[in-house]
């Protein structure tokens, strides 16, 4: 049950940061790059969505789950956290500082659609923040502990942490399974973290250029 717990984890977290990378990379893209009215506005109410304590949505999202049918079940927790207002605003500052502006006209100009300038042109100039981004994410999608106690009430979705959690039971705690457990559960993490740590310090940097 732990094996498959750390596989669920893994999975939820792979699957979260892919979407939130895409998503995010195309919001701000849109946001840097095109003028359209009342931009300013959604960005603003977007970022003011960062302000709001987490316990705030608990409630909404458990209904909100139950509703679509997703409790016990891995999209509910990759599908509400695919896009997130970090995501957008990192993206945004740092493709307003790292792509020109003339070198998107000039795809443009060459006959190149608007996914394709995005593919082509964007995404290969974007690597540092994309793997800050990726790394956070990440590593939030696996630690989730609170979002996956919602949701899951069956044991066998449990992921690695709720694993973890239920070891302390109201008897004897198995103190050395839960220390072995999370040695183990957390060196996924500190193989992403030594890979891209250089990323990671390039993309926070790089995007705090630009206000």
Not at 96 to 113: F, Q
Request: glycine share 12%; charged share 10%; net charge positive.
């Amino acid at each position: 049950m732990f094996w498959r717990s750390v596989g669920l984890s893994l999975w939820i977290a792979t699957a979260s940061t892919v979407l939130n990378l895409f998503l995010c990379s195309l919001g701000g893209y849109g946001f840097s790059m095109y003028e359209f009215r009342g931009r300013d506005k959604l960005f603003a109410a977007l970022m003011a969505t960062m302000l709001l304590p987490a316990f705030v949505g608990m409630i909404p999202y458990v209904l909100m789950m139950k509703e679509l049918g997703w409790l016990n079940s891995t999209r509910s927790l990759i599908i509400p956290g695919a896009c997130s207002a970090f995501g957008i605003f990192l993206m945004r500052q740092y493709i307003g500082s790292a792509v020109p502006r003339e070198l998107v006209e000039a795809a443009r100009m060459d006959g190149c659609g608007e996914f394709g300038i995005y593919w082509r042109v964007v995404l290969p100039l974007i690597g540092p923040a994309m793997g800050t981004l990726g790394l956070v994410t990440f590593i939030g999608s696996y630690n989730n502990f609170v979002g996956a106690l919602l949701v899951m009430s069956d044991m066998e979705m449990f992921t690695a942490p709720l694993v973890l959690r239920s070891l302390q039971g109201t008897g004897q705690t198995p103190w050395g399974a839960i220390s072995a457990g999370s040695a183990v559960t957390v060196l996924p993490l500190l193989v992403l973290f030594i890979l891209y740590s250089r990323r990671l310090i390039e993309g926070l940097t790089a995007g705090a250029v630009k206000g």
